[in-house]
């Protein structure tokens, strides 16, 4: 059964939704006409999908590499590397009949704030569907070497003094960077911060920088810290540039992090096809979950034609090894990367509600924002149940509710997805904005 995610009352815009949902209501036919058998044919063998160079990507590399789209009867799947999340945005509200693409290997919170019109030009709604999650954790803040003295870990009150020292020394900004404005990065760091007494919307300017070119910044200077997944936090210390503060499941123990989506009408115009996309990429995440297979999965995203990196950038974090580069060293981690292990695949809602959540904290999202009525538009869920069913996923492997439950932070930070509002209120650093 599916556990209630009480929100704030209705936006206007969520109001719309409600009414559009409505609308699809008479889409169900004559309740005294025997159903239709569904057709299973494949109403297209195409999909664009796009990806930012990154090792959460892996299972798209993987479904295409080792043939899973094909199997599935994908025959004609591109997946295209996209310049920035900037541009997987753009390239997304194009769609694919306007040169763009049909979904995308992407930050959790991004189909929310494209269907909102939140980041979009001119802030037109695109809707969007979240079909499944990509991977939990795996992502890391860094530091420069300039404070490697201090070994900045979970606790920034040191790092938060050291950073004001240098703003009043020189006269210039310190600068933490993250991947796009309300996405995951943006909301790891920010977390990070703020639990350590540092505010990032007064005391520190939080910048944007495309994930592959973190390390090329970092070396010349424009930023302190930053949050992105790998092979750029490996690179960093491999180029003694900086060094690995945390990996992020220490802020949130195994959190959600990228998400596969599509456009929306691409997949209520092709829903079987829809599905063939969705079951290839749930068997590339068992098969990169898979120990015996982390070494390869390594090889496979440093290629040219996905990440381009030495495989010696890669292949340490995806088998689950940590030199952070400050002596600190784990084997195996309990922090790493899952792909599938921990319902990996599986897309809360109660994970979109926190991520909602945190950009109304952060003024990205209205407060008032109807986030029950958003969720049950973007997130999928159920197609991914019907995907694990045809795939004979194990029923263990099949979460019974839409939440995950009560979420524990670092901090002592308590998200309860039946009163976002409490854990709103709890926080004392936020900067919120009414619609």
Known sequence: MKQ????????????????????????????????????????????????????????????????????HGMTEVEVLKQSSWGTTRDNLVLGSGKGGIDGAHILTPMPYLISTGAVTANNVPVPMTILARLNLGGQCISVGDEYKDLKVGLDTKVFAKALLAKRVKTGKP???????????????????????????????????????QMVANMKVGSMDTFCVCEPWNRQLINQKIGYTAITTSELWMNHPEKAFAMRADYVQANPNATKALLKAVMEAQMWCEDPANRAEVA????????????????????????????????????????????????P??????????????????????????????????????????????A?????????????????????????PKKYLESLSIKATRSA
């Not at 991947?179 to 505010?199: C, E, K, L, Q, S």
């Open 4 to 71: 209630p995610l009480n929100t704030p009352s209705f936006s206007r815009r969520a109001v719309i939704q409600k009414a559009s949902a409505l609308g699809g209501a008479a889409l169900l036919g004559n309740a005294f006409m025997a159903p239709a058998r569904a057709s299973t044919a494949l109403e297209t063998k195409t999909a664009k999908l796009g990806f930012i160079a990154l090792t959460d990507a892996a299972p798209l590399f993987v479904a295409d590499e080792k043939g899973f789209f094909k199997k």
């Open 174 to 212: 310190v600068n933490a960077a993250m991947t796009f404005p309300g996405g995951t990065h943006d909301m790891w760091i920010r977390y990070w911060m703020a639990a350590g007494g540092v505010d990032p919307n007064k005391d520190i300017s939080t910048i944007v920088v495309p994930p592959a």
């Open 299 to 346: 090889e496979i995203c440093s290629r040219r034609r996905w990440i381009n990196a030495p495989v010696a950038d890669v292949i340490d974090r995806v088998k689950g090894d940590f030199d952070y580069g400050t002596g600190r060293v784990e084997t195996n981690s309990k922090f790493q990367m899952r792909f599938w292990k921990d319902h990996a695949s599986y």
């Open 348 to 393: 809360f809602q109660s994970h979109d509600l926190w991520f909602l959540t945190e950009n109304q904290r952060w003024g990205y999202l209205p407060t008032n924002l109807d986030t029950q009525a958003l969720i049950a538009k973007v997130n999928r869920e159920d197609l991914w149940r019907e995907a694990a069913k045809e795939l004979g996923v």
């Open 395 to 419: 029923a263990k492997d099949i979460p019974t509710s839409t939440s995950r439950g009560v979420e524990k932070f670092f901090d002592g930070k308590v998200f309860d997805p039946a009163n």
